[in-house]
């Protein structure tokens, strides 16, 4: 079987970052204003009044302290609780076509490859930019690639899902070498005006490359010893929003056309659902789960992440173990994991092992074990 390696990754990180502090300061006024523009509703029982929230209830209940955004005074504005970001003309390259070019570039640098080495582009993410043409087909053209590229999602668990998609891809000798990306505007479809959830997420883009071993000339590469990819329905996280909305007008605006979960359901059912996963997949490769060296779990929730290493570890996880990225980024889908390798891997000596795992909505769930070349 042909060895396949990570070879290098990208991360790029908007200018932009909001604190837990003033993300409540403006979640509070808009409760204000709400409370007071239905005042007569709320004394008559009608309807009830919202609550405030706390920088130390979002660090709690998370353990996000603060996320980088593409647009920040929209979001911290009362009125408007949205990032606003004005659409290009189609003759220009889009926003979600720019951030991952700026991480493609930064991967492509790592692998020590060029455009000219790379034969594929898979651009795997939670909410595209636009149904066609393909994103992933704008990136190709942006950096000059020959060859092909597609769009794909699995929420948060796509950029586990992209790397055993084009490490097959690879080991079929369809390409040489492909690039996955994963840009993440996650503030675009984020409801900043609930209450559970108006924290969670902040925009990052993610990019990595993959290639044959005996082709890889990065001194920092990882080759991929198995993956292993699982998915059961489940309607506890859900965002409606497509195409389909405009024939059904009355829908339009619904607080289910954004981002929608049922975060305690989704605790106790994906957790266990993760470690039994990771622990099958380390099992069905012969690895005692004692072998692992590092875990970069996907960046949703502290608790989540500290529970999932102490069921695979059976034991509280260090800091090294389990590095952590979203008390700076907070959740970015499917870009945390790759996140969290891309800043914690350098420091692993040759023939250790790892695990690249990401998990959401579906439920879905990839698993990646790696080992350090």
């Not at 704008?138 to 020959?146: K, M, P, S, T």
């Not at 082709?215 to 409606?240: H, M």
């Not at 997949?281 to 005692?288: K, V």
């Amino acid at each position: 079987m042909t060895d396949i390696v990570i070879s290098g990754t990208g991360l790029y990180t908007p200018p932009n970052s909001i604190s837990n502090e003033e993300l409540v300061t403006a979640f509070n006024q808009y409760v204000d204003h709400y409370n007071a523009a239905h005042q007569a509703e709320i004394e008559a029982g009608e309807i009830e009044a919202l609550e405030y929230s706390s920088a130390e209830f979002v660090e709690k209940v998370s353990g996000i302290k603060s996320r980088h955004v593409i647009e920040k005074d929209s979001i911290l504005d009362p009125e408007i609780m949205a990032p606003r970001i004005p659409e290009r003309s189609n003759d220009e390259l889009s926003i979600l076509a720019e951030i991952a070019v700026n991480a493609a570039k930064d991967a492509l640098k790592a692998a020590n490859k060029t455009a000219a080495d790379i034969d594929g582009v898979l651009l795997a993410c939670s909410n595209s930019q636009r149904a066609y043409p393909a994103v992933a087909i704008e990136v190709q053209n942006a950096l000059g690639i020959d060859g092909f590229a597609f769009d794909m999602n699995v929420a948060c668990s796509s950029a586990t899902f992209g790397i055993q998609t084009a490490a097959d891809m690879i080991r079929a000798g369809n390409a040489r070498a492909m690039l996955v990306v994963n840009p993440e505007i996650c503030s675009g479809h984020l409801n900043f005006r609930n209450r559970d959830s108006h924290f969670i997420f902040g925009d990052v883009a993610t990019a990595i490359i993959l290639e044959r071993k005996d082709s890889c000339t990065s001194d920092n590469a990882f080759e991929i010893v198995g993956t292993c990819l699982k998915t059961q329905f489940s309607n506890n996280i859900r965002n409606n929003f497509g195409f389909l909305n405009r024939t059904a007008p009355e829908g339009i605006g619904k607080d289910d056309k954004l981002f929608l979960q049922e975060g305690r359901k989704v605790f106790k059912e994906v957790t266990p659902m993760v470690a039994e996963i990771i622990l099958q997949h380390l099992n069905d490769n012969n690895i005692e789960a004692d072998k692992l060296t590092r875990m970069w779990l996907h960046q949703a929730n502290l608790h989540m992440n500290e529970l999932i290493s102490r069921k695979v570890l059976g034991r509280d996880p260090s800091t090294e173990e389990a590095p952590v990225i979203l008390d700076e980024y907070a959740n970015t889908s499917s870009a945390g994991s790759i996140i969290a390798f891309n800043k914690h891997n350098r420091d692993l000596k040759s023939g250790d092992l790892g695990v690249i795992c990401s998990f959401g909505a579906g439920y879905s769930v990839g698993s990646v074990i790696v080992k350090k070349v």
